[in-house]
Each structure stands twice: as C-alpha cells, then as structure tokens.
C-alpha cells in the first residue's frame, strides 16, 4: 500500500505544474485524499483535500492558485499549480485516509514520500 506522487520539478516564478499522486492497491478506496506541502524550517501545511464524489477543500491561504482533482479511470489524483512563487518551493507530499477530518488536520494513515517543487524568482 504505497502513495507515489510525481510532477515536482523546477519551474521560474509565474509558472506552472502538475502534480499527480498514484495510489496502490486498495488505499485507492480511501475516500479522501489530500496534499500537503512543507518548506524547510516550516511546518507541514495543508495544500488542498478532495472527499467522495466531488468534496473540496481549501486552506483560505491557498484558494486561487490550487486544483485538487480525481481521475477515477487512472486511479490518480493531482494537485495543478498556477502562478507559482517562490514562496510555493517546499515538498509536496500526497495524504489519504478514509475521513477527510483526517486528511485535512494532518493525520491521515498513508503518505507518499514527497516531490520536491522549487520556483526560482
């Protein structure tokens, strides 16, 4: 039971990325998924979570610029990234549980091991 996310990478400020989260076996019927982020010297702060059907959620901080969204078909979920700034460089991890209470304050049960997304200015 793995979280493989991929995507991360070096973009210049203004930018964009995709980043995708390819879960494994049956944590695909975990019911909410999320993404997080954590810059160094920072704490781990919620990007934004996806429950059931269609069930968003976004930190104030990171409504605008964020898109959570599911692809049944793949099995995938993926964070799209607009307007990055330099400030946006931390590594992304991908969390899932079956609540999203639990995704969301940060203590889902599975976690990828994290891309690394760096915006120059």
């Known amino acids: 039971v793995r979280l493989e996310e991929s995507g991360g990478g070096l973009v210049q400020a203004g930018g964009s990325l995709r980043l995708s989260c390819a879960p494994s076996?049956?944590?695909?019927?975990?019911?909410?998924m999320g993404w997080f982020r954590q810059a160094p010297g920072e704490q781990r702060e919620l990007v934004a979570a996806?429950?059931?059907?269609?069930?968003?959620y976004y930190p104030d901080s990171m409504r605008g610029r964020f898109t959570i969204s599911r692809d049944n078909v793949n099995k995938t979920v993926y964070l799209q990234m607009n307007n990055l700034k330099p400030e946006d460089t931390a590594v992304y991890y991908c969390?899932?549980?079956?609540?999203?209470?639990?995704?969301?304050?940060?203590?889902?049960?599975?976690w990828g091991q994290g891309t690394q997304v760096t915006v120059s200015s």
């Open positions: 969390a899932a549980d079956w609540i999203l209470q639990a995704v969301v304050s940060g203590t889902a049960r599975y």
């Open positions: 076996g049956s944590i695909f019927d975990t019911n909410a």
């Open positions: 996806f429950s059931g059907g269609a069930t968003t």
